[in-house]
Nanobody, 119 residues
Framework: QVHLVESGGGLVQAGGSLRLSCAASGSMFSINNMGWYRQAPGKQRELVARISSVGTSSYADSVKGRFTISRDNAKNTVDLQMNSLKPEDTAVYYC?????????????WGEGIQVTVSS
């Protein structure tokens, strides 16, 4: 099993910044894509940003130009730098990883971390 642990959430004022980090642990696995999703109260979980093993990234339109995703393949970590935060960015943020574990496809989620942006 591949286990994901997020860190770095919290409360910030609008216009501020936060950096989320996610670390994958386990054995006998390789990760293809890593990403961040978020779910606000009463809304569906949505993709925020995704990055491939070779560094190709994509973003939701709502965060383009404000958020930056990065990863360290050697450490199996993915970060999300969030700048110019808005109240509508308030949500629980989830780390996601997909790849190969013990020769089979896997997909794992972190437990989620709260990000609250006050106006």
């Amino acid at each position: 099993q591949v286990h994901l642990v997020e860190s770095g959430g919290g409360l910030v004022q609008a216009g501020g910044s936060l950096r989320l980090s996610c670390a994958a642990s386990g054995s006998m696995f390789s990760i293809n894509n890593m990403g961040w999703y978020r779910q606000a109260p009463g809304k569906q979980r949505e993709l925020v940003a995704r990055i491939s093993s070779v560094g190709t990234s994509s973003y939701a339109d709502s965060v383009k130009g404000r958020f930056t995703i990065s990863r360290d393949n050697a450490k199996n970590t993915v970060d999300l730098q969030m700048n110019s935060l808005k109240p509508e960015d308030t949500a629980v943020y989830y780390c996601n990883a997909v790849g190969i574990w013990l020769g089979a496809d896997f997909g794992s989620w972190g437990e989620g971390i709260q990000v609250t942006v006050s106006s």
